[in-house]
């Protein structure tokens, strides 16, 4: 049989991957990645598992197939079934996926196939018939499970009843060899052929949800079943539950529930010589879940484990037992320690089925009740960016049925028995904990923190994480291409990655349906060339944090417009784009600058919108927008640092991770520093296109979940988007100084935006006409900005026109006109001496109006009408003293020069 997989180079990767060291049939010594030891090991020769040495205190187990999953990929194609070999696919993957032996199950399967229609996928399957005619069957699906929705499927020919396989369990096609041996049931048919392999009578119940009655009619009722189906919910349930029914019915029945989530076939693959050991323990297991009485699990853990001092579980709640052997001795009717020794070493069947010494020790022990719930630790969750930030993730069982809760708790919520009990209660839907601090230590030592802690990192942002390389959402996160869907416990886990976003203010409805060929037919005919500006800077924003560190800053973007001029609707659109609705922006106006910086470290790699900054102009006297205070997100650099809370100097910062988009109706007004940083783009009533409100308004229409898939269809094209940018940025670069752009970071800026243009025309359908008007009005936006950031400050333009209208005073004298300047304190020509507090004081005698003096002040240096030449002490030609004043070489006088 062809086989994809060699396994020498498998152990070679393993070699490479963990630094395993070779030794005969094993490989040992390998750098554990849960605990960091070198004790990892795993067999040569068939490599299924590696596993961790350090069983009691890590514990790490994994399969081979988890950690190269591109090993066991598109089986189909690669072992494909032949004329000589029709079973070929389903051999490969019961042998190398399955870890079973071929020769054991010869002629108890087929090979099938499977067929989607709609993305056109075929996958091999492997057969199980459930009958002797072969008329009804149970097939797994080998690959691209994802896109048929399922991993197997039971058809054929129902029965006369209607079912397939209902009350019935699946037997191999051999002779039954274990008539004096208990029969176990399990759920999945790998599982029956796992235990079969490792000398068990076993059936498969193919679901947890069927009670074989009718396979049980012909079972001799003498002969003992085991049910023993998975350790999760639905497995623990049913297998108590049909325990209890069979005995009902007159059956001798146990339980046995494994002590980990792994299923009959996993820990066969894991140590198949293990079996025995594992089975035992799993029916003592069961058997205290079947209990009725705590005192009576209390019984059985004390005949097995001899532990005189236990704490335990029943029934959703913590219990205490504690007694001396000695004392439960002399309690049952033989005071013999030899004969109490022999009672106790017996099988485990035959201790199980001694009711009569059971009811001794359990009356003989008293248990005391400790909790109305259990508490299970999941993980500790630990702040990917501030490692000080740790808390205990546990989810509560509730003795009286209600819904299990998750919660988190802070380390001195573990301290003590009433910190504890404190904590419980102000988390949890009436949980306590009357405990003693030994019990709570108990817990945390030999329960909770047994093994090495699963770590979770958590990230306060929704976006991109640089660290894991992941794009972290509410309900899905994305590892490169793969989607990742959060799990039971409210993070996702890829390869060896466990992460988790706290943050819960950011909400994105995120699907996979995205039609590019009709969302570009309305968005086109809506906003033309100007919507394909906006949008390659909307869709860049989601690699921002790359293109920001190869180009050190990602630009910000300025959508000016009119009342009605439609940016609320095409912001409120591209916001569909990526999964969130009606939502546009917030006012900066109406948050505090703490709340500001918050505001921008949310999200990273999605946009933040400012909207209605500008609504201060029309306020008298209202204090504008300080553009000035944002420079440094362009770089990803943090709005503010805070000090943490603690007894050092350390502090905290938020970098900024998203990019910045200001929507209003005037111009930003700001200097040079701030305005080149902008991509400004205006709307107007005279761009509307015929037509172009009704498209308009079936974009705004349309649901979130129609759009919502843009997001991923983007990210899967992450890597080709990046660097299509990082190579085409350079040329549309160089195109501009052609233009006379000499401003290094206008000509990044629009440089960049041409890149992000043309790679995203490559990705979604871009009419060619549009494209090209696109590029030019990116072209004419970098002139036109080059032409604003040459231009003073409109504060210290206003200044100068003030100063012109009145620094010239004309008097008539009796010698005739006298001309002299009341604002300009130098006494030398071609040059200009401003006293800022003089300045303000003729324009109040003067009645003429003043313009914003800080504003004049924060931007004077840096004008551009006169050559600022610094603060200084001049002999002012007016007031006859020395005067501080602002000096100026007059442009007058440069232009004389030249």
């Known amino acids: 049989m062809n086989n994809p997989i060699e396994f020498d180079q498998v152990t070679d990767r393993l070699i490479r991957d963990y630094g395993f060291k070779r030794s005969g049939k094993h490989l040992h010594a390998g750098k554990c990645p849960q605990c960091g030891q070198k004790e990892l090991h795993t067999h040569v020769d068939r490599p299924y598992m590696v596993r961790c040495n350090r069983t009691n205190n890590c514990g790490y187990e994994e399969t081979i197939r988890d950690i190269y999953p591109d090993l066991y990929e598109n089986l189909t194609r690669k072992v494909p079934a032949t004329q000589d070999d029709p079973k070929a696919t389903a051999k490969f993957y019961l042998n190398s996926v399955r870890g079973f032996n071929l020769s054991k199950i010869n002629g108890w399967f087929d090979q099938g196939m499977i067929y989607d229609p709609k993305t056109n996928t075929t996958s091999a399957t492997v057969r199980f018939y459930l009958d002797d005619a072969k008329t009804r069957y149970w097939e797994r699906i080998i690959d691209s499970a994802d896109v048929f929705g399922k991993k197997a499927h039971f058809a054929g020919k129902r029965r006369d009843d209607g079912g397939l396989y209902q009350g019935e369990w699946w037997s191999p096609p051999v002779a039954d060899q274990h008539h004096d041996e208990p029969l176990y049931l399990v759920e999945g048919i790998f599982d029956a052929i796992a235990l079969l392999h490792s000398d068990f009578d076993a059936r498969s119940l193919m679901s947890s949800n069927n009670y074989p009655a009718l396979s049980l009619k012909n079972h001799p009722k003498n002969r003992p079943i085991v049910f023993a189906l998975d350790n999760n919910k639905a497995g623990i349930k049913a297998s108590i539950e049909y325990t209890k029914r069979a005995r009902n019915e007159g059956y001798i029945a146990y339980a046995a529930i494994p002590e980990t989530p792994r299923d009959w076939n996993e820990l066969y693959m894991s140590d198949s010589e293990k079996m025995p050991t594992v089975m035992d323990r799993a029916i003592w297991n069961g058997a205290r879940h079947c209990a009725d009485t705590a005192n009576e699990v209390a019984a059985l853990y004390a005949i097995k484990s001899r532990k005189e001092n236990r704490l335990f579980t029943h029934q959703n709640a913590y219990w205490y037992a504690a007694y001396k052997e000695s004392d439960l001795i002399k309690s049952i009717a033989d005071n013999d320690h030899v004969t109490w020794s022999n009672y106790i070493n017996r099988g485990t069947f035959n201790l199980l089925n001694d009711d009569i010494f059971i009811g001794q020790v359990r009356t003989a022990i008293k248990a005391t009740k400790l909790s109305n719930c259990t508490v299970h630790f999941e ?520």
């Open 379 to 898: 993980y500790l969750q630990v702040d990917q960016y501030n490692d000080q930030n740790r808390r205990y993730h546990f989810t509560v069982h509730y003795e009286n049925g209600t819904p299990s809760t998750q919660i988190s708790l802070i380390g001195t919520a573990l301290n003590d028995a009433g910190s504890f009990n404190s904590a419980l209660l102000s988390s949890t839907n009436g949980a306590r904990f009357n405990g003693q601090k030994r019990h709570i230590e108990e817990l945390h030592q030999d329960v909770w923190m047994r093994r090495q802690s699963k770590v979770v990192n958590t990230i306060d942002f929704v976006g991109y994480d640089k660290v894991s390389c992941a794009y972290v959402y509410n309900d899905v996160a994305y590892f490169g291409a793969k989607a990742v869907k959060v799990n039971s416990q409210g993070f996702f886990e890829h390869n060896r990655t466990a992460i988790k976003t706290i943050n819960r203010d950011v909400k994105l409805r995120i699907t996979n349906n995205f039609d590019a060929l009709k969302f570009m037919h309305h968005f086109q005919s809506a906003y033309a060339e100007r919507g394909l500006m906006v949008l390659a800077w909307w869709a860049g924003s989601l690699f921002a944090e790359q293109i920001r560190d190869h180009f050190a800053g990602y630009p910000f973007f300025e959508l000016q417009g009119q009342a009605s001029s439609g940016k609320s609707t095409l912001i409120k659109i591209l916001w569909k784009l990526l999964g969130r609705t009606d939502y546009e922006g917030f006012n900066p106006l109406n948050s505090s600058f703490s709340a500001i910086d918050r505001n921008f470290s949310k999200t990273s790699n999605l946009p933040v919108v400012l909207i209605e900054s500008d609504a201060n102009a029309e306020i008298k006297n209202a204090k504008p927008f300080n553009w000035e205070h944002l420079k440094n997100a362009y770089t990803g650099e943090p709005l503010k640092e805070r000090g943490q809370m603690n007894s050092g100097n350390e502090t905290v910062f938020n970098p900024f991770r998203a990019t910045l988009m200001a929507a209003q109706n005037t111009a930003i007004e700001g200097s040079e520093a701030i305005l080149s940083r902008f991509v400004h783009l205006t709307l107007d009533r005279t761009h509307h296109l015929p037509g172009g409100k009704h498209h308009a308004e079936l974009l705004a229409r349309m649901p979130v979940e129609e759009l919502s898939g843009f997001l991923p269809f983007m990210l899967g094209h992450a890597k080709e988007f990046i660097e299509q940018v990082t190579a085409l940025q350079p040329a549309y670069y160089l195109q501009l100084e052609d233009l006379g752009i000499r401003i290094d970071r206008i000509r990044d800026n629009h440089a960049m935006m041409m890149a992000m243009l043309e790679t995203l025309s490559k990705l979604i359908p871009v009419d060619a006409h549009l494209l090209q008007a696109a590029y030019d009005l990116i072209r004419q936006r970098a002139v036109m900005r080059q032409l604003a950031v040459q231009q003073d400050h409109p504060s210290v333009q206003d200044f100068w026109d003030i100063y012109d209208y009145l620094n010239v005073s004309v008097s008539e004298t009796e010698y005739g006109k006298n001309v002299r300047e009341i604002i300009n304190h130098s006494a030398k020509d071609g040059f200009i001496a401003i006293n800022l507090v003089h300045f303000e004081q003729v324009c109040n005698e003067k009645k003429s109006r003043c313009p914003d003096m800080k504003e004049v002040k924060r931007h004077l240096a840096e004008t551009k009408r006169h050559k600022y030449l610094g603060y200084k002490a001049v002999n002012s030609s007016i007031k006859n003293q020395t005067v501080r004043c602002y000096v100026f070489e007059s442009k007058d006088k440069r232009n004389h020069a030249d």
